[in-house]
Every structure is written in structure tokens, then in C-alpha cells.
């Protein structure tokens, strides 16, 4: 009877320890499942992590990259959206800073032309906009000539001179207009009263939407002196300049298409052919003053990204790149 009993202990025993041994593997595995799970996510997010930072290195040597093709420009007298910095084409017609291979990654360059279908591959010219901080002078005062420009642009993009008033208050140093600080006043906002830093400001004045924004953007600019280039100017542009849309607006986009390049600009003698076959632009018959003009330019915007295992980061500069020295950087932001 004793014997049994202990028998019986011994078999309970036995299964007491194997269901012990049974819940400690099954715990072990669980763990370990867990640590792999863990490791796994942490892996994830380590590469996640080394992806942006070689994406961030990407985007950087693209910007670095591109600057250098305007540095390398040989027609350094005049500068057209044909030349390598604005869209640089590979042997096959294709172009070159389109998802270009580099350390593991690629690394694109590009933007849009308000007269191009497909993206250009390259740098936009910003002297191929007005620069609507030149519209006060260097008193904070109105220039009549550059309002009407202004006016003619947002008349011809669909929107009111008015926008034209409210933007001139917010920059302009006194307090004499409709859209001025009293006006403000009930929405706990003051007007600049000086110049924009960056063009994204436009939308802390009253009565521009985000759409307005948009669509002023690739027309406008406040990182240049003034000047615009004629080779680059859009033809919202050229009209809101003050060229006609008879003659002068059709001969200077019929020449530019031809992939000609103005490289001259006269305002005299008096008897000149507008534009002539040696790319020689004369003013003498023309609204538009020479001193509004330029055939090249020195400030440039860079819309660069870089893409590792799916993995992008961005960066847009505007940088001024004289012939002889460094690129200097005016704007610069990563998303
Ligand atoms: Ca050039
Ligand atoms: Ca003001």
C-alpha cells in the first residue's frame, strides 16, 4: 500500500515537473519571440533612420552638384533655360539629374516652367520673376511703375488690383492705406511694414489664400535686385513687364523656342528692329525700360531630393552663384 502511494507521488511527480518544463519552454519561446519581434521593429526602424540620413547626404550633394553646372557655364554673357544648369540632358535626349544613381540611392533635381508640359531637370531661374519687394524703394515708399506690374500680373492670373494695395501696406514703412494697422487690429496681427524675408510671408496677408499663394509663386520672387532675366521670363511675365501682346511678347517667345538665346539689350539707335537674329533686344520703341533687364542671371532656386530604399528627403535653396565665387546661400529649407 506504501509502496503505491510513493509510486503515485512519484508519477505525479514526474507530471508536475514535465508541465513545469512544458509552460517554461513555452515561456521562453514567447520571450524570445517577443526579443525577435522587438529586434526586428528596432532593425526597421534603425535602417528607416540610416535611409534618411542617406537620402538627407543625397539631397545635399544634389544641390552641391547642380550649383556647379552654373559655375561650369561657358556662356557666361547671357543665361537661357537650354543651358546644363536649367536642364541637363544625357547623350539620348533624356535628362540627367532625373533620378541620377549615386551611393545606393538617387538623388532628382527639378521644377516646373509655367511653359513646359514636363518638368525641367535642373535649377529655376529666380531672376525670371518680379521681385515684388522692389514695388517700396529704399525710403519704404510706393513706386507707381511697379504696382501697375503687379496689377497687370494679378489682373492677367484672374485676381483684383486690390491684392496689389493689401500686399504694398503690409511692406510699405507708413501707415497711410486701407489695409494698415488698424485694419489688423482686430486680428491681433500688425503689418510688416518692411520688406518680406521669404516669399511664404504672402500668406499672413489678409485676403491671400493659400491658392493665391500658388499661384503667384512661380511668378514672384523677393530674392533678387529687380532685374529680370529676358531669356527665362515667363510670358506672364513679359506681359506684366509692360511688353506688348501683339509683337513683342510673340517675337521674343518665337525666338526663345527656336532655342536662341537674347544676348544683348540697346535701347538706341532710335531706328532698330525689335529683336534681331543676332539675339540683339532694342528698346528704343518699347514700353519697357533696359533697366528692368538683363540677359543673365545670378540667383537661382534648387528644388533637390534624395531617395534611399524608398526613403526621400527634400531641399529647396536659393542660392547666388557669381562667376569667381562661392555660391552664396540666401534661402534654405528641409522638409
Ligand atoms: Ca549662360
Ligand atoms: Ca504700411
New binding site residues.
Given amino acids: 500500500m506504501k509502496a503505491r502511494k510513493l509510486t503515485s507521488f512519484r508519477k505525479h511527480g514526474r507530471g508536475s515537473v514535465l508541465v513545469i518544463c512544458v509552460w517554461i519552454v513555452t515561456i521562453l519561446v514567447l520571450l524570445a519571440i517577443s526579443i525577435g519581434r522587438r529586434a526586428s521593429f528596432e532593425s526597421r526602424i534603425l535602417r528607416y533612420h540610416l535611409s534618411r540620413a542617406q537620402a538627407y547626404c543625397l539631397a545635399r550633394s544634389a544641390s552641391e552638384r547642380v550649383y556647379l553646372e552654373k559655375a561650369a557655364?561657358k556662356?557666361?554673357d547671357?543665361?537661357?533655360l537650354q543651358?546644363d544648369w536649367s536642364n541637363k540632358l544625357k547623350a539620348d535626349g533624356s535628362p540627367e539629374f532625373k533620378d541620377f544613381p549615386l551611393g545606393g540611392g538617387t538623388f532628382t533635381i527639378k521644377y516646373s516652367y509655367p511653359e513646359s508640359e514636363e518638368p525641367l531637370y535642373g535649377m529655376q531661374d529666380e531672376q525670371s520673376k518680379i521681385n515684388i519687394n522692389t514695388i517700396i524703394d529704399s525710403t519704404g515708399n510706393e513706386i507707381k511703375e511697379r504696382r501697375d506690374e503687379f496689377v497687370e500680373l494679378l489682373e492677367n492670373l484672374g485676381y483684383g488690383a486690390e491684392l496689389a494695395d493689401r500686399f504694398i501696406d503690409w511692406i510699405d514703412s507708413n501707415d497711410d492705406g486701407s489695409y494698415e494697422e488698424r485694419y489688423y487690429s482686430g486680428q491681433g496681427l500688425k503689418p510688416k511694414n518692411a520688406p518680406l524675408d521669404r516669399l511664404e510671408e504672402l500668406i499672413m496677408i489678409d485676403g491671400f489664400t493659400q491658392e493665391i499663394v500658388d499661384a503667384l509663386t512661380p511668378y514672384v520672387t523677393v530674392y533678387t535686385n529687380g532685374e529680370i532675366n529676358v531669356n527665362t521670363a515667363p510670358e506672364e511675365v513679359l506681359l506684366a513687364l509692360g511688353f506688348n501682346n501683339n509683337d513683342e511678347v510673340p517675337a521674343i517667345l518665337n525666338y526663345r523656342a527656336d532655342g536662341d538665346a537674347i544676348k544683348e539689350i540697346i535701347s538706341s539707335p532710335a531706328a532698330c528692329s525689335f529683336l534681331d537674329a543676332d539675339g540683339k533686344l532694342c528698346l528704343s520703341a518699347s514700353k519697357v525700360k533696359s533697366d528692368r533687364l538683363s540677359c543673365?542671371s545670378e540667383i537661382f532656386r534648387a528644388n533637390s531630393s534624395g531617395t534611399v530604399l524608398n526613403v526621400t528627403k527634400r531641399i529647396t535653396s536659393v542660392v547666388e552663384i557669381k562667376s569667381g565665387t562661392a555660391p552664396k546661400q540666401l534661402y534654405w529649407y528641409e522638409e
Fill in positions: 557655364d556662356n557666361v547671357y543665361d537661357y543651358e543673365k
